[in-house]
């Protein structure tokens, strides 16, 4: 009886071990996966949020469609036509730049050592302003100084308008964009109101989205020009350069015919 109870015992312990041995791993796996459930959220998340923000160009071009074709569809063209003659004439004035300092040693030497014709030559081989009231001054070399002196004065002045020909166009684009802007918002604001008279109610619905989409050509309208005003003050400044060595080229120019002439 004993023996019996002892092999019941031990068949007992072996087959609660085997059972315990069985649902180890299961309860391991079940475990593991309560504790990484958390964790695996928590990214999924994070992907998710991640993968919300919009790119600045899709940005850029939701809130150009909430502006409304109308008004923003012009500051857009004013954008367009202003850079495209910002950058000409930046292409423009690139190309007129020389070294004016080279090019008075050059003409010097040249004066000096085969006369007027030689000088000529330079100028004819150099690209622009300061190279042509050059040319135009010694052209009028044989007359007299003050004939000299009169013909680079008055081609330095059509140099001049070379130069600044169409930047007013940047300048009249940089006033209106932002002036379209407001007007742009001003309507926007009276649609809002018109919005809300029909409906009876101020609603804040309406109230915001007719300001915000009255703000965004505003917003558009200062941005055209803060980037056109960019360029046109490079502009200026590259004008301001040239002219001053157009200057110096002139001053410079008489004091060398009037050393050519004298030696003569």
């Known amino acids: 009886m004993k023996r019996l109870f002892s092999i019941l015992a031990i068949a007992t312990v072996m087959a609660f071990g085997n059972i315990q041995a069985a649902t180890a791993p299961a309860q391991l796996t079940t475990n593991v996966q309560l504790l990484i459930a958390p964790i695996t959220t928590t990214l999924q998340d994070g ?13 850029l071009k939701k809130r150009f469609i909430e502006g409304g074709p109308s008004f923003m569809g012009i500051v857009l063209l004013c954008l367009i036509l202003g850079l495209a003659i910002a950058i000409e004439r930046i292409i423009f004035l690139s190309l007129s730049t020389t070294n004016s300092k080279k090019l008075q040693q050059n003409v010097e030497d040249a004066l000096n050592s085969g006369g007027v014709e030689a000088a000529k030559e330079v100028c004819r081989n150099t690209k622009g302003p300061v190279a042509s009231i050059y040319y135009q001054g ?46 742009g918002t001003v309507i926007g604001m009276i649609d809002a109101f018109d919005k809300i008279e029909a409906a009876g109610d101020m609603q804040p ?3 915001a989205g007719g300001i915000k989409v009255a703000l965004l050509t505003t917003v558009f309208g200062l941005i055209v020009a803060i980037i056109l005003q960019v360029f046109y003050n490079y502009i200026i400044a590259k004008i301001d350069s040239i002219v001053n060595d157009m200057e110096d080229a002139s001053i410079t120019l008489i004091d060398m015919l009037v050393a050519y002439k004298n030696k003569k």
């Open 47 to 59: 992907d998710d949020a991640a993968a919300e923000p919009e790119s600045f160009h899709q940005n």
């Open 138 to 183: 010694l052209d009028r070399a044989d007359e007299s100084i003050d004939a000299a002196e009169k013909a680079v004065v008055a081609y330095g002045g059509v140099q001049m308008g070379q130069l600044e020909k169409n930047v007013s166009w940047v300048s009249l684009f940089i006033a209106l964009a932002p002036m379209l802007g407001f007007m």
């Open 205 to 207: 619905s309406l109230v």
